[in-house]
């Protein structure tokens, strides 16, 4: 399995950005029993959970910081599984991986929980 993020940038506090996770190695379907999920990272700091879906039925669960401001989704035609942030803060500037894990997604899910990560994005928001 191989992920590669895409999307990233810089953006005012306030503004929006989507990223993209494009997955190589399984295919999206119903039948898909895979969890895919977005986590980031700052310097010094663990990496923290942000957004996950289960792949067959599209359920999602978010961390409290970006809940109602940030939505998972997964296109099955095209493989891939998105990330549209609004109402950016600053204290979303981090380096954003996908990750991806056979089986339902814990919905307390963790960084812990994944074996396979993209190469990151990075994302930047000034005030």
């Known amino acids: 399995v191989q992920l590669v993020e895409s999307g990233g940038g810089s953006v005012q506090a306030g503004g929006s950005l989507r990223l993209a996770c494009r997955v190589s190695?399984?295919?999206?379907?119903?039948?898909?029993?895979?969890?895919m999920a977005w986590f980031r990272q700052t310097p010094g700091k663990e990496r923290e959970k942000v957004a996950s879906?289960?792949?067959?039925?599209?359920?999602?669960y978010y961390a409290d910081s970006v809940r109602d401001r940030f939505a998972i989704a997964r296109d099955n035609a095209e493989n891939t599984v998105s990330l549209q942030m609004n109402s950016l803060k600053p204290e979303d500037t981090a380096m954003y991986y996908c990750?991806?894990?056979?089986?339902?997604?814990?919905?307390?899910?963790?960084?812990?929980?994944?074996?396979?990560w993209g190469q990151g994005t990075q994302v930047t928001v000034s005030s």
């Open positions: 990750a991806a894990a056979a089986g339902l997604c814990p919905p307390d899910f963790h960084r812990l929980d994944f074996l396979v």
């Open positions: 190695g399984f295919t999206f379907s119903y039948y898909t029993n895979y969890c």
């Open positions: 879906i289960n792949i067959n039925s599209g359920r999602t």
